[in-house]
């Protein structure tokens, strides 16, 4: 007899009823789940999507989104086995560390997680530190950078333990792991994924036309949001603007407790065609606040930051207590805020409603109050304020649109602050509101200056040399005028 025992080959018979019933089950469940997952529509090149990547990796991100589908009907299907095994069993078990991990998880939050803070707002102009940023402890030979290999590495190891619990990180502690920053971060980033996939409660579907008018890059952006759940749907774009899309969506559920998804959200898409930001240049190239970061960062970056910058300037205004949209998540250039309006249908532009002149009244007060608000207490310039960045919503004016808002002492922040004043002078005294007052009467009410001249050439004048002061005084000095300081200090040159 053959050492290794005879081929067991009686197969198991079954029946023609069986594979017939087997195989009507099969397809049922296919069309099933091909309601349920609905494929992917083919692209439309959408009008902006960049000459650069228009090929190759529009192919990439299909193949992504196909993968993704893929994988959320794998998940299903083990879902669907895990269910039958367990059946009523009361010990259950558990097919999760089967389940798929998205593969652009990974490489597409590379430079997310260093370079977006979400958090600090670093157009903040910097106050002086006292305590030198020396970045290492202990002293001579015993001296540790906090960059110290072996140090971080222990770190990142103990800090896998923050992870979910059905994270399994084996035993690193133990065996004394060092992980890499990248490895660490790559992890984390995994971890966080799989924790906010495992809280995903129901698939949820996506049938957006809108889509189609944004690069795969951002179509998989948006894809993402209504996979996890934040976003319930994407119903429609709202405005295709010159710099940026904007899209309506229902809120869904926030993987994290404490944040709360407003029920109607705005989505702005920072478009990523570069030309459209060329005529940006003024706003950003001589800003202070960009000069360290201005010259390193990529063309892909920078739009970045103006979605990031967005995102700072509505929370400096949220906090001020003005009426804005209120930010709900900033994911590269796609910024989530709440939706001013009701029903997917936008508050108007004020440009755009009619108001009685009681309302009309009300609205230029409001407005007024809020120039003050912003320039005194967010430290900010509009720098793009007119009739069509002002919604008129349950009675009351809000202020949209501010990416390009820069602070007073922006080399050209005056200049801006005089532009808004003008738009809106000109918009209320049009609109027969008596009471409002010229731009150069509501240019000094909102800064605080005290500029006499009474024709605009005088008055520009005038403008522009209080800039030219506070830049010379920068660069003689290295900080600003404080006659630019929102407590209304006199100038003071000494240090
Ligand atoms: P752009 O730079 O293209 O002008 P905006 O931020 O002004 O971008 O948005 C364009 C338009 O989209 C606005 O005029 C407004 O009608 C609409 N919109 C933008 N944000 C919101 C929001 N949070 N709620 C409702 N509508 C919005
Ligand atoms: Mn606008």
Not at 39 to 63: C, H, K, Q, R, Y
Not at 466 to 486: I, R
């Amino acid at each position: 007899q053959c050492p290794w025992g005879a081929p067991n080959t009686t197969s198991i018979s079954c029946s023609l009823a069986d594979v017939m019933s087997e195989q009507l089950a099969k397809e049922l469940q296919l069309e099933e789940e091909n309601a349920a997952f609905p494929e992917v529509v083919a692209v439309a090149e959408g009008p902006f999507i960049t000459g650069e990547n228009v090929d190759t990796s529009s192919d990439l991100m299909l193949a992504q989104m196909l993968q993704m589908e893929f994988d959320r009907e794998y998940d299903a299907q083990l879902r669907r086995e895990e269910k039958k095994i367990n059946g009523d069993s009361k010990v259950s078990i558990s097919f999760e560390n089967y389940r798929k991990v998205h593969p652009y998880d990974s490489d597409s939050s590379e430079d997310e997680v260093d370079w977006q803070d979400t958090r600090h707002d670093p157009y903040r102009a910097d106050k002086p530190t006292t305590t030198p940023r020396k970045g290492f402890i202990g002293k001579g030979k015993d001296i540790t950078t906090k960059h110290d290999e072996v140090v971080c590495g222990r770190k990142n190891t103990a800090r896998m333990e923050n992870f979910a619990p059905e994270f399994h990180v084996g035993d690193g502690i133990g065996m004394d792991l060092k992980l890499s920053n990248q490895v660490f971060n790559a992890l984390k980033q995994h971890a966080y994924s799989e924790e906010r996939r495992s809280a995903r409660l129901h698939e949820k579907k996506e049938h957006s036309t809108a889509e189609k008018a944004v690069d795969p890059k951002t179509r998989l952006l948006l894809y993402k949001m209504v996979n996890s759940g934040m976003l319930e749907t994407i119903t429609g774009c709202i405005s295709t603007g010159k710099e940026s899309v904007v899209f309506h969506a229902y809120g869904g559920k926030s993987a994290t407790e404490d944040k709360v998804i407003p029920p109607e959200c705005a989505i702005k898409v920072f478009k990523t065609t570069l030309n459209e930001f060329k005529n940006r240049d003024k706003y950003i190239k001589d800003d202070y606040r960009f000069k360290d970061r201005f010259s390193k960062l990529n063309p892909r970056k920078i739009i970045r930051m103006w979605a990031e910058k967005e995102m700072h300037n509505l929370t400096r205004m949220q906090n001020a207590g003005i009426l804005c949209p209120q930010v709900v998540i900033l994911k590269k250039h796609v910024l989530v805020m709440s939706f001013i309006g009701q029903d997917q249908v936008p508050a108007p532009k004020l440009k755009d409603v009619t108001l009685s002149s009681e309302d009309m009244k009300k609205a230029y007060y409001q407005v007024l109050n809020m120039m003050q608000q912003l320039y005194k207490e967010c430290n900010l310039v509009h720098a793009d304020l007119s009739e069509y960045n002002m919604l008129w919503h349950d009675g009351k004016v809000w202020l949209i649109d501010v990416s390009q808002s820069v602070e007073p002492t922006h080399p050209h922040g005056l200049e801006f602050l005089f532009r808004d004043c003008k738009n809106v002078s000109q918009f209320f005294q049009k609109a027969g509101v008596a009471e409002a007052l010229n731009e150069r009467e509501l240019f000094n009410a909102v800064s605080g200056f005290n500029i006499t001249a009474d024709n605009e050439v005088d008055f520009q004048a005038e403008i522009e040399a209080l800039e030219k002061m506070n830049e010379d005084h920068v660069q003689n000095h290295g900080k600003k005028l404080s006659v630019f300081s929102s407590d209304g200090d006199p100038p003071i040159y000494d240090e």
